[in-house]
């Protein structure tokens, strides 16, 4: 329930149930995911039924909420595979679920009734009468659409219920799209994002051009405007695409990411009672590093305003050492410019390398190794960091690496491989081992 000025829940992703463990430990007050389908996020690694089962009770042991995403927008062929997980998520007892489709909302509240239902931003909640239809329903949280502003919020606070619980992203990945809902890639790929199939193509690569009159009918619309320039993707040489703006835009280039650091104050004056982390496709170093950071904000702010304020060049620094692209506050002053755009590039920025997670541990001759499962290529000898959730984060060096059978190995360069790593410091379960890239 909302209480003006309390301090709002930590709401991060979680990909996979090493991921879910790592949120859990890096200061999420609740965790969501999504399940092996219906839930948008078709090439992340998500959760089977037993690592559900597994995940939401982790959390639960840590005063942490799992919601579960069922956020497709269903057609008549889903609806009965649809029925059978609702049913199974009815037994493994997620806190809420996170839904967009009407059709899957009322199949929700029959078969699962007990679970609270989250309206998904892919709804398009842009107003208050959108809060008050779920509400009436009974949805106990929407998430606002991006496109609101902090003003469009707070009036939205204003005339809805205390009871009703609003959600927006405060940090992530923007989409070049209406509340989620993009067309850009089923357009150019045939893969529908809003099946969870996206390509993500407002990251690709283009060239433009001015065009000429050799190319012809090439650049006349159906509506018969003009378009001055073409544009061809990197992969799709000599099929060019016309660039057409119109008074709202052009949309097809590649958003700067989310980033509300600065701002929390404001997101709590405005009413809202979740701040969410976008990422379901992002690896353990990524959710640790952000879900660590803006948990240092919130408690920081429970201590007073002086507190956050004498910490922000941390949070920034902090900010920085996963991958990142330039950051904007998107929608919530007012519609983004130019200037929220990225024009020469569509990659991250990269301060630290993701080298494993902490599973475990294993004493061979005497001594402790840890158990990780590697993320990027390493060797004995380098100078690598253990990042910590309380942020004492200690550089050491590694010492030996063993494969599964106990081999020694001078450097560890294949992805995925179980490797046991002895260092100079110890680390605990969850500790993420990092090294400056």
């Known amino acids: 329930m909302h209480r003006q000025g309390m301090i709002p829940e930590l709401l991060i992703p979680a990909s996979s149930l090493e991921v879910l463990k790592v949120a859990v430990r890096y200061g999420a007050d609740a965790v969501y995911i999504g399940g092996e389908a219906f839930s948008l996020r078709e090439k992340a690694k998500n959760f089977s039924a037993g690592e559900m089962e597994e995940g939401i009770r982790y959390a639960h042991d840590h005063g942490v909420k799992v919601y579960v995403t069922v956020n497709i927008l269903a057609h008549n062929e889903d609806l009965e595979a649809a029925d059978r997980y609702l049913e199974e998520l009815g037994r493994l007892g997620p806190d809420a679920l996170l839904i967009a489709d009407p059709g899957l909302f009322m199949r929700a509240r029959k078969l699962c009734p007990q679970i609270p239902v989250h309206i998904s931003t892919q709804a398009n909640n842009v107003n208050y009468e959108t809060f008050l239809f779920w509400h ?223 599973q475990g541990y294993k004493q061979i001759d005497g001594c402790q190794y840890v158990e990780i499962t590697q993320k990027n290529k390493f060797s004995v000898g380098d100078r690598i960091e253990v990042m910590r959730p309380d942020g004492t984060d200690t550089e050491t060096e590694v010492e030996s690496i063993l494969d599964e059978q106990g081999l020694s190995m001078e450097s560890a360069p294949h992805p995925q491989q179980r490797l046991f790593v002895k260092l100079k410091t110890t680390a605990q379960i969850c500790d993420i081992l990092r090294m400056r890239g």
Request: proline fraction near 4%.
């Open 136 to 358: 009436s329903l009974g949805a106990e949280r929407v998430v606002c659409g991006r496109e609101l502003s902090l003003e469009e919020i707070r009036q939205i606070r204003e005339r809805i219920p205390d009871e009703l619980e609003i959600e927006a992203f405060v940090h992530g990945a923007m989409c070049i799209s209406y509340s989620g809902r993009c067309l850009l890639s089923n357009f150019l790929t045939g893969r529908d994002a809003n099946h969870g199939a996206c390509t993500h193509p407002c990251r690709w690569e283009y060239s433009v051009r001015e065009a000429s009159e050799e190319d012809g009918m090439l650049v006349h619309t159906r509506l018969g405007e003009e378009s001055r320039f073409l544009i061809e993707e990197e992969s799709r040489p000599g099929e060019y695409m016309p660039v057409l703006e119109t008074e709202r835009g052009t949309f097809i280039f590649n958003s700067k990411d989310l980033c509300m650091i600065e701002h929390i104050p404001d997101m709590i004056d405005a009413g809202i009672d979740s701040l969410k982390i976008e990422g379901r496709m992002k690896n353990a170093l990524y959710v640790a590093t952000v879900a660590r950071t803006y948990r240092r904000a919130l408690d920081d702010l429970r201590e007073g305003p002086e507190r956050y304020e004498a910490h922000m060049d941390w949070y920034h620094e902090q900010i920085r050492d996963c991958t990142f692209r330039p950051f904007t506050t998107g929608f919530f002053y007012g519609k983004p410019g130019p200037d929220a755009q990225i024009y020469d590039s569509n990659t991250y920025e990269r301060n630290y390398i993701y080298l494993g997670c902490v």
